[in-house]
């Protein structure tokens, strides 16, 4: 009886009248290899005495129900589901629930909800999607630019000038002040020796 309800929320679209946040399914999205097996698995907030499985196949537009899980452990499959390709294994405390499914191919491609029955409804969780593909994506390499090895030198400024040569401001600048200090304090004298040589010209010439 739970069907008729289910295809009702579906071809609806009235996710807030059908999901319900007493259902929890993890992961959101399964990327599966061919031949390999997953597993999904169903969290509930209330303890229930079991839970439905139904996949919703995209590709085929087809809503089909896998199996109820009891919580002892009885499952009771729908029409042409293998018994050996899904299992569920339940919580002791009626809480979680883990539907196994192996040998993995495209035709298990679909979303994957897990669901209870509760006051003749059935509710539903978010759906968690599974892609079955027969080569998995190789993961990105992230490529780090090479550290160098080569200690930093710290380079004094005496090593700077010498690196920079003679022409470098840091060598002619203090040159050419030395030299402009140096001019400056011989105009004085220079001064002095020329006002000594006029007078002894004077005398020279008075005698």
């Known amino acids: 009886m739970a069907q008729p309800w289910l295809h009702l929320c579906l071809f609806l679209q009235m996710p807030g009248f059908c999901m319900n946040l007493l259902l929890s399914p993890t992961p959101k999205h399964i990327l599966a290899q061919t031949n390999n097996k997953t597993e999904i698995l169903c969290e509930l907030k209330k303890e229930h005495t079991g839970v439905y499985w139904y996949r919703w196949s995209q590709e085929r537009q087809n809503f089909q129900f896998l199996m109820f899980s009891s919580m002892l452990g009885k499952a009771v499959y729908g029409t042409n589901i293998s018994q050996e390709k899904f299992r569920v294994h339940g919580a002791s405390s009626r809480s979680s629930y883990r539907l ?33 593909v027969d080569v998995l994506p190789l993961p990105l390499k992230t490529t780090l630019a090479p550290t160098s090895k080569k200690p930093v030198q710290c380079i004094t400024k005496s090593k700077a000038a010498s690196k920079k040569g003679a022409c470098s401001p840091l060598v002619w600048v203090p040159l050419a002040t030395g030299a402009l200090v140096l001019l400056l304090s011989l105009v004085p004298t220079a001064h002095h020796l020329h006002y000594l040589r006029r007078r002894l010209w004077l005398r020279i010439h008075r005698q």
């Open 100 to 132: 196994h499914i192996s040998q993995l191919h495209a035709s298990d491609n679909g979303t994957y909800y897990c669901s209870i029955s509760q006051s003749s409804q059935l509710l539903l969780g978010t759906g968690t999607r599974l892609s079955v």
